[in-house]
């Protein structure tokens, strides 16, 4: 009986041709077109073609057996050998096919393959061009909080390590060098923390140039717009006195961060705003606002004799897991440890300044 295969309609070719040289490949050399069976003359669809090709020998082709077994047999030295051959024999059973098939001699994935495969072999390709070498389990580490327990204790002991002034040595800079430059990265991916992520690059540039940063993240702190309502109140009475209003008003220097506002939290620390007003004809005034915030860490030294705790000021990563069983699987981390990087010679404090313009404001504002 000859093989006689109905394309239907949306069909795809090489799909079948996939099936059909696998099988052929499976059975052996010795097969041939005569040993298959009659196909449907109109079949419904793709899959049920395929399903019936692989049905005449899924269970009654003792070289597919065979191939599995030998397979397996070969992967029992290693323990990724044996998921290999599990996965496999595991795609065997549920797609009804192998995932390679036979081409001109060289056994080459089938489309099967790439189409439930394809897109993450694409996504690990770009993680790992992301995130390169130690980085890589690391970020999966941050990103996911499998194994954050064994970071959290290494991180706890360059902690100690830092406030007991102890050397630290290649090793240890390695560390914190691919974990700073891990929580940058993850930053900048991360829509929520990408002004944050840039600046943690910026600092472990050690350039120390300024960087210009877009004013969402001083405008969604909560702290920086009531320093602002009190600077503008501050103008508006001196516009209406004798003297007249100033070329520029500088605020106090106050901490921006706002612990709402997850951006601001892990990017800003102590800064100031500068303000320059213009009346215009109308009577309102036209401000152009100017935030700068010096970019580093305080020290340990600092943060004990201010707070009484070397420990005062931590801030944590989260990660999956944190989100969905509570902050006690974040990872946390001193701010002392990052102004500790600066002694380390692995980062430089720098200034980041945004401006913006408030073209209108108005007593009642």
């Known amino acids: 009986m000859t093989l006689q295969i109905k394309t239907p309609p949306r069909m795809n070719r090489w799909r079948r041709f996939g099936c059909l040289a696998t099988r052929n490949c499976f059975r052996g050399a010795e097969s041939s077109c005569a040993d298959f069976q009659q196909v449907p003359s109109d079949p419904v669809d793709e899959s049920s073609t395929c399903a019936h090709i692989w049905s005449t020998t899924k269970d009654s082709t003792p070289i597919v057996q065979r191939t599995l077994a030998s397979v ?38 089938t489309r099967r393959f790439w189409y439930r495969t394809g897109p993450i072999m694409a996504l690990l390709v770009a993680f790992l061009i992301i995130f390169p070498g130690r980085q890589a389990p690391m970020a999966l580490s941050l990103a996911t909080g499998i194994g954050t327990a064994g970071l959290q204790a290494r991180v706890d002991r360059l902690e100690e390590q830092a406030i007991l002034g102890r050397d630290f040595t290649e090793a240890d800079k390695a560390f914190l060098r691919d974990l700073y430059t891990c929580m940058a990265k993850g930053g900048r991916l991360i829509v929520v923390a990408r002004q944050s992520g840039a600046m943690m690059n910026r600092y472990l540039e050690a350039s120390g140039e300024d960087l210009h940063t877009e004013p969402r993240i001083f405008l969604g702190s909560r702290r920086v717009r009531y320093e602002m309502t009190l600077m503008k109140r501050w103008m508006l009475r001196e516009a209406g006195q004798p003297g007249g209003l100033q070329e520029s008003y500088v ?113 009642d504002r």
């Open 72 to 109: 397996k047999g070969r992967a029992s030295a290693t323990p990724a050998g044996k998921k290999l051959a599990g996965i496999y024999e595991l795609w065997y059973t549920e797609c009804g096919c192998s995932p390679f098939f036979a081409f001109g001699g060289l056994v080459v994935p």
């Open 251 to 363: 605020s106090r220097t106050f901490h921006m961060a706002d612990p709402k506002f997850f951006e601001s939290l892990v990017g800003l620390h102590y800064g100031r705003l500068i303000a320059k007003p213009r009346r215009q004809r109308d009577g309102t005034l036209s401000i152009r606002w100017r935030a700068e915030v010096p970019w580093h860490w305080p020290p340990y030294e600092y943060l004990q004799r201010r707070y009484g705790n070397y420990h005062a000021w931590c801030f944590p990563v989260p990660n999956a897991r944190s989100l969905l069983f509570g902050k006690k699987h974040c990872l946390w981390i001193d701010d002392g440890l990052g102004n500790h990087l600066v002694e380390l010679g692995l980062a430089k404090p720098f200034l980041v300044y945004s401006e913006w313009n408030e073209s209108r404001t108005s007593p």
